[in-house]
Nanobody
């Protein structure tokens, strides 16, 4: 049973920073692709950042240069460092994992999801 638990969301002003964490349990962490997605009210879930089992990263164009994804295998945790936050970054952020994906930023590629953590950026 794979379990993912997100934390670190909150409310910040534009230009501020937040770091999200996603702790995993129930599988061999090192061999899984991991990603962060977000969903704003009335919008589809979109891929934000991902890191594969080899440590290669991928980012949505909208967050390149502002967000950084990383992982700590010893802690089975993946992080999303978000800086220079904008109001359009507001949404529920979800952590996802899967043993293999063809496209790291496509939601349908992932079988395991956390419950989400809310990020609100005010102008």
């Amino acid at each position: 049973q794979v379990q993912l638990v997100e934390s670190g969301g909150g409310s910040v002003q534009a230009g501020g920073s937040l770091t999200l964490s996603c702790a995993a349990s129930g599988y061999t962490y090192d061999y899984y692709d991991r990603a962060w997605f977000r969903q704003a009210p009335g919008k589809a879930r979109e891929g934000v950042a991902a890191i594969d089992s080899d440590g290669r990263t991928m980012y949505a164009d909208s967050v390149k240069g502002r967000f950084t994804i990383s992982k700590d295998n010893a802690k089975s945790t993946v992080y999303l460092r978000m800086s220079s936050l904008k109001p359009e970054d507001t949404g529920m952020y979800y952590c996802a994992a899967d043993s293999y994906t063809d496209d790291l930023l496509v939601p349908d590629e992932y079988d395991y999801w956390g419950q989400g953590t809310q990020v609100t950026v005010s102008s």
